[in-house]
């Protein structure tokens, strides 16, 4: 049973920074690219960044570039975002993707595996 388990939401200050985790297992997560998604209310899911199945290419949406960044630890099956200077607008539920390829991709379409969200409030 493939299970994506994120962890290090919760309410911060504008300017601040947040470590997400994204923990996999059921699946060969090194064989594969992975990506954070978010969705604010009343919103539709967004792309926010992506890495391949070694780490070796990143992207990020032009809103976070800068500021975010995405990694991974394939010995711990595990991927990281790093949010840095944290706004208002980036307060979302942030969801782990897991894509069955080595390449990343912007869109969720393209993603097999979703972990449940966690939510990230920013307060001005």
């Known amino acids: 049973q493939v299970q994506l388990v994120e962890s290090g939401g919760g309410l911060m200050q504008a300017g601040g920074s947040l470590r997400l985790s994204c923990a996999a297992s059921?699946?060969?997560?090194?064989?594969?690219?992975a990506a954070w998604f978010r969705q604010a209310p009343g919103k539709e899911r967004d792309f926010v960044a992506a890495?391949?199945?070694?780490?070796?290419?990143?992207y990020y949406a032009d809103s976070v570039k800068g500021r975010f960044t995405i990694s991974r630890d394939n010995a711990k099956n595990t991927v990281y975002l790093q949010m840095n200077t944290l706004k208002p607008e980036d307060t979302a539920v942030y969801y782990c993707?897991?894509?069955?390829?080595?390449?990343?991709?912007?869109?969720?379409?393209?993603?097999?595996?979703w972990g449940q969200g966690t939510q990230v409030t920013v307060s001005s």
């Open positions: 059921g699946y060969t997560f090194s064989n594969y690219a």
């Open positions: 890495i391949s199945w070694s780490g070796a290419s990143t």
């Open positions: 993707a897991g894509r069955r390829r080595g390449s990343s991709s912007y869109y969720s379409s393209e993603y097999t595996y």
